[in-house]
């Protein structure tokens, strides 16, 4: 039986020091049960559905530069990137992809990280939908995140640590900062979705009713996909760092900041060692599992918690893609150059005196008029931004999803602005043909003879939107 075996594993193409060099014994976890399952994906549906085209973007991303080491750049900087940027992220998939399918060769030499980035994405989707339940109070929100950070670190082999590391363990190493410095547009992406993922906290916390947190959201939504328009102008410079993006959600759970920008900081790293060529091609699992190991445990490369603060505050959010709430303010002007390290993004920036954009104002309404609709007012007042709004069906459908769930209706809206609960839909091919006419007007005594209708023959295609170019 044993020589069977061995017979096996030599046809298969294995010797045992490989399969030993390749053995896992990390597994997969259900998350944490409860009623407050998919209340985001309810509450929040195109948002929610965000996250599962960035899903795609990082799992494409390890696998071409795994399996296709040699291949030139554009191949992510452009077809990658064109393909998630103006189909992936327009049309984004309805439910959570198994990123296991689609980097299949990477999987292979690092299942271990590749476990480690879903248990801890698994936690921000759970802590999306606990702040998106209308049903709990504010404390038992705070209890239940508790609840699901102590659930989450449980798994001692998956967990990132609580306790903040410093930027040696990611961008000091030799292998350090090749990933930015030949794809900066994908770069720049993903770090658009980390800016995304933490900033979303932002608007859930803020909002003081389901009204506010819903124009919050959609506000926020929408500047991301401002943000990846002219790629890479307004994408982040650097990293985004939870303590500058979210500062209400880093003050209420600091636990869950620090986990999530230790996340994304290993999102860079492994990016890193896949993308340097010094790194040989039989080293790179070891150095993934040994940065895997650095940040899970609570005492290499680590940093004060105050620290980690201060450092988000001089690094500049004007550099991590702006405040995530607010929507017409201009983009800040940044005060690094791209690529920057994080300890050059906090001293350039110190040497500014740069004033700060505050976008983060919420959309007041008035009278009955609920913020939803007061957004989109000052939206639609906006040629550039009705434009956009009219071509983009992605954010239509947003809007409207958003507007549907407001219990408030519009009463009051400013002379050439739409504002109503509904919104404008592209024109069919078959309206596009048509010719509208009016009836004409029944006759009126004593003029037995009907007036003719001065709108007759009118083409009434031409009055609609613009069509998306």
């Known amino acids: 039986m044993r020589q069977l075996a061995f017979a096996f594993i030599i046809s298969a193409g294995f010797t045992p020091f490989a399969a030993n060099a390749q053995w896992s014994t ?74 296991g399918a689609i980097e299949i060769a990477y999987v292979k030499i690092a299942p271990e990280a590749k476990l480690m980035f879903e248990w801890a994405h698994l936690l921000h989707r759970q802590i999306y939908d606990v702040l998106a339940d209308e049903r709990l109070s504010m404390a038992q929100k705070d209890a239940k995140v508790q609840e699901l950070l102590r659930y989450y670190k449980t798994r001692k082999d998956l967990a990132f640590s609580s ?35 933490i900033g979303l906290y932002e608007p859930l916390l803020a909002g003081r009713n389901k009204d506010e947190r819903q124009t919050g959201v959609l506000a926020t939504v929408t500047r991301f996909r401002q943000m990846i328009e002219q790629p890479p102008t307004w994408m982040p410079r650097v990293m985004p760092m939870t303590p500058a993006v979210a500062p209400l959600f880093t003050a209420r759970y600091p636990e869950a900041a620090i986990i999530f920008d230790n996340l994304h900081s290993m999102h860079d790293v492994i990016s890193d060692i896949l993308a340097n060529p010094d790194v040989r091609r039989d080293r790179k699992r070891a150095e ?63 040497a500014h005196t740069a004033t700060r954009v505050d976008s983060a104002a919420p959309v007041q309404s008035s009278g009955n008029v609920s913020p939803i609709n007061a957004l989109y007012a000052r939206m639609m007042a906006d040629p550039v931004i009705r434009g956009r709004i009219n071509a983009d069906s992605t954010l239509r459908r947003m809007m409207s999803a958003a507007m549907t ?27 596009r043909r048509a010719t509208a006419t009016k009836p004409a007007p029944a006759p009126a005594k004593p003029k037995p003879k009907p007036q003719p209708d001065p709108h007759a023959g009118m083409d009434h295609s031409k009055m609609e939107m613009p069509k998306k170019k």
């Open 405 to 431: 769930a407001s219990k408030t209706t519009t009463s009051a809206a400013k002379p050439g602005v739409r504002t109503r609960s509904t919104l404008p839909r592209k024109p069919s091919s078959t309206t």
């Open 163 to 197: 306790v903040p590391k410093n930027m040696e363990l990611m961008e000091g190493q030799p292998y350090s900062l090749a990933f930015r410095q030949k794809y900066p547009k994908f770069n720049g992406l993903i770090w658009a979705y980390h800016w995304l993922q």
């Open 288 to 350: 993934i599992l040994k940065a895997a190991k650095r940040y899970r445990d609570d005492t290499s490369f680590v940093m004060p918690a105050s620290e980690w603060r201060e450092m988000a505050t001089a690094m500049g959010i004007q550099n991590m893609g702006g405040p995530p709430r607010g929507f017409l303010a201009e983009f800040p002007k940044p005060t690094v150059e791209r690529g920057a390290t994080m300890n050059h993004a906090a001293m350039d920036h110190g």
């Open 26 to 99: 990390a597994h997969e976890q259900f998350y944490l049960p409860g009623s407050f399952n998919w209340q985001f994906r309810k509450n929040y549906p195109v948002a929610d559905r965000l996250f599962n085209a960035f899903d795609y973007g990082h799992a494409i991303l390890y696998e071409r530069l795994w399996s296709e080491p040699g291949a030139p750049v554009s191949r992510l900087e452009n077809d990658e990137f064109n393909f998630i940027t103006r189909k992936l992220l327009v049309n984004p998939p309805n439910l959570p992809l198994e990123e």
